[in-house]
């Protein structure tokens, strides 16, 4: 007798089977193109799925195979969307090499979608709607994901709902050998470390405050990446980036950025492309690598690509790819932190 599949909210001590589940799906294709995964490193995933499961829980699914009598149950895949304004951006869907082509990953993706209004006279499907135009132009907000570019299961199901890989993303690793292609911070310039709020104010009294800071924050994030997402920035932080906030000596605020002794990089958020050389470098400077670092940088962000690539970084493994129903972020100005969390 076949095992029957539930679909539930995750809980708290499944995270590592999640991981698990994203590790043997990836490593299944992976091998098979002669890129076999290094073995499993569950904590920065299950930390990941926490946040994600805190600062969202609604749009988090596993799918469930029970043994019959219901006394066994294994997860067999899971399903993260991640609500921030207006965007909903798919973070992780994955089911087991043995389980796919069933139809899982489809039910996960379903229940993990918005459930947002459909605008416009006459407009009544409520999501996974079979016409173009329902997927494509009826939505309130934007549908968003990240793929691999290796997979055409993925990109398929996604641009069935409009989710259309638009852009490439390269993981640019390595340690810079030549740092005269990133020139300093131009003159008038400052960068501010963005420290806990209360430690900003006592060693720096001319930071802006924490109420000030988050508001600048949010408003950098709305005109480059289109959302603001502070729950991500504090996740992140605790997660071991550190950030500066860079401003004209007046206070003018110019942009974000952060990086980590662990080499993860960004995210990176900036008004005026033309800082992009400068605040990269800065970054490099500032927190220096202990190891490579690793830098994931969309197609459009031309200026991050010819610095890091003229620094010495070397492209590694296959593009991913941006996807979504219609534009959210200025890409040329963003450097994100991750492809499961921009
Ligand atoms: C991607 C993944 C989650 C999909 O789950 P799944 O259970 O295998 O998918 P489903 O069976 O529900 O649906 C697959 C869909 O892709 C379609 N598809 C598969 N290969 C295709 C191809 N080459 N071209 C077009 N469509 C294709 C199927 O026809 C099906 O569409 P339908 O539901 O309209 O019939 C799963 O395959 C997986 O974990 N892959 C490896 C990891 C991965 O890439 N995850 C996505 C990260 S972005």
Redesign the pocket.
């Known amino acids: 007798m076949t095992e029957a599949v539930t679909y539930r909210p995750p809980r708290p001590n499944e995270l590592a089977d999640c991981a698990l589940?994203?590790h043997a799906?990836?490593n299944?294709?992976m091998a098979r193109l002669g890129h076999p995964l290094p073995p499993p490193v569950l904590e920065p995933a299950v930390r990941l799925g926490e946040h994600l499961l805190g600062t969202d829980p609604e749009h988090f699914r596993v799918a469930v195979k029970s043994s019959p009598g219901g006394k066994r149950e294994r997860i067999v895949?899971f399903?993260i969307g991640l609500q921030r304004e207006h965007v909903w951006f798919?973070s992780?869907?994955?089911?087991?090499?043995d389980?796919?082509?069933?139809?899982?990953?489809?039910?996960?993706?379903t229940q993990v979608l918005p459930s947002v209004p459909e605008t416009g006279a006459g407009a009544t499907d409520s999501g996974v709607g079979n016409s173009v135009d329902a997927a494509i132009d009826r939505r309130h907000g934007v549908l968003a994901?990240?793929?691999?570019s290796a997979?055409?299961?993925?990109?398929?199901?996604?641009s069935?709902l409009g989710i259309v890989a638009r852009m490439p993303v390269f993981n640019l690793v390595g340690r810079p050998g030549s740092r005269s292609v990133f020139p300093p911070l131009p003159e008038g310039v400052e960068a501010v470390a963005l420290e806990p709020p209360e430690m900003v104010s006592h060693r720096n009294p001319a930071a802006p405050g924490k109420a000030e800071l988050r508001q600048t924050i949010d408003a950098i994030d709305r005109d480059v990446l289109g959302y603001a997402h502070q729950p991500d920035h504090l996740f992140l932080r605790v997660q071991g980036r550190t950030g500066f906030l860079y401003q004209t000596s007046a206070g003018e605020p110019l942009g974000y950025g952060y990086s980590s002794q662990v080499g993860r990089f960004g995210p990176v958020a900036l008004l005026d492309e033309t800082l992009t050389a400068p605040v990269i470098g800065h970054l490099l400077r500032a927190i220096e690598p202990r190891g490579a670092a690793s830098v994931w940088v969309p197609g459009a962000n031309d200026r991050a690509m010819v610095a890091l690539l003229r620094a010495g970084l070397r492209i590694e493994g296959f593009p991913a790819m941006f996807c979504w129903t219609r534009p959210f972020a200025a890409f040329e100005r963003y450097l994100p932190a991750g492809l499961a969390l921009l």
């Open positions: 589940v994203w799906s990836v299944d294709y895949g399903g798919l992780q869907l994955y089911v087991l090499p389980e796919q082509h069933h139809g899982i990953g489809r039910a996960l993706l994901t990240c793929t691999d997979q055409p299961i993925s990109n398929a199901l996604y069935k």
